[in-house]
T-cell receptor, first 114, second 114 residues
Framework: GAGVSQSPSNKVTEKGKDVELRCDPI?????LYWYRQSLGQGLEFLIY????????KSGLPSDRFSAERTGGSVSTLTIQRTQQEDSAVYLC????????????FGPGTRLTVT | KQEVTQIPAALSVPEGENLVLNCSFT??????LQWFRQDPGKGLTSLLL?????REQTSGRLNASLDKSSGRSTLYIAASQPGDSATYLC?????????????FGTGTLLAVQP
């Protein structure tokens, strides 16, 4: 079956612009995660969605970052007024809520802020 | 604060060698530990997941072990091949939290020389 997909694969934007990154999880997976991978910080957790529960936003680095998940499926990560330090690879993962909670990752979106 | 450390940061071996990658973690309430592979410019591919109740998992030439008491996991790769060249990441999931986020190590960059 289809894995986790993300779009766009690459995004170059000017400082100060807003960007939206999209994630399509594996069908039937109720849990969805966003992570960020940057040169100086490694891989870090951003936000977690589980079913209809309130999301865990504890990893979002600033209030310029927000995310939503519509209909328990597709998720969008929005970064407002982008800064150069936002340049990173943004990875999305999904997992089933039962069992091992193994996370399956998408290919990522490489964001470059100029 | 939960921390995950991987040693060595980089490793170069000739083709055919057996090798061990190390991962250590500070979290005593670990739920599971996942090993991933990341190729340049790509997302994460899950290799093995070990539940906290297990001691090891095997898949083909890969064997991962988990020792909760010492806070260590190892990934053993037998008869290495040039195609094994990639960055290997371990990540632990904490038990008991509402969020099943992964805490990632810093990675080991493996180069297998033909």
């Amino acid at each position: 079956g289809a894995g986790v997909s993300q779009s766009p694969s690459n995004k170059v934007t000017e400082k100060g612009k807003d960007v939206e990154l999209r994630c399509d999880p594996i069908s039937g997976h109720t849990a969805l995660y966003w992570y960020r991978q940057s040169l100086g910080q490694g891989l870090e957790f951003l936000i977690y969605f589980q079913g209809n529960s309130a999301p865990d936003k504890s990893g979002l680095p600033s209030d310029r970052f927000s995310a939503e998940r519509t209909g328990g499926s597709v998720s969008t990560l929005t970064i407002q007024r982008t800064q150069q330090e936002d340049s990173a690879v943004y990875l999305c993962a999904s997992s089933p809520i039962q069992g091992s909670h193994e996370q399956y990752f998408g290919p990522g979106t490489r964001l470059t802020v100029t | 604060k939960q921390e995950v450390t991987q040693i060595p940061a980089a490793l170069s071996v000739p083709e055919g060698e057996n090798l061990v990658l190390n991962c250590s973690f500070t979290d005593s309430a670990i739920y599971n530990l996942q090993w991933f592979r990341q190729d340049p410019g790509k997302g994460l591919t899950s290799l093995l997941l070990i539940q906290s109740s297990q001691r090891e998992q095997t898949s083909g030439r890969l064997n991962a072990s988990l020792d909760k008491s010492s806070g260590r996991s190892t990934l053993y790769i037998a008869a290495s091949q040039p195609g094994d060249s990639a960055t290997y990441l371990c990540a632990e999931m904490n038990y008991g939290g509402a969020t099943n986020k992964l805490i990632f190590g810093t990675g080991t960059l493996l180069a297998v020389q033909p």
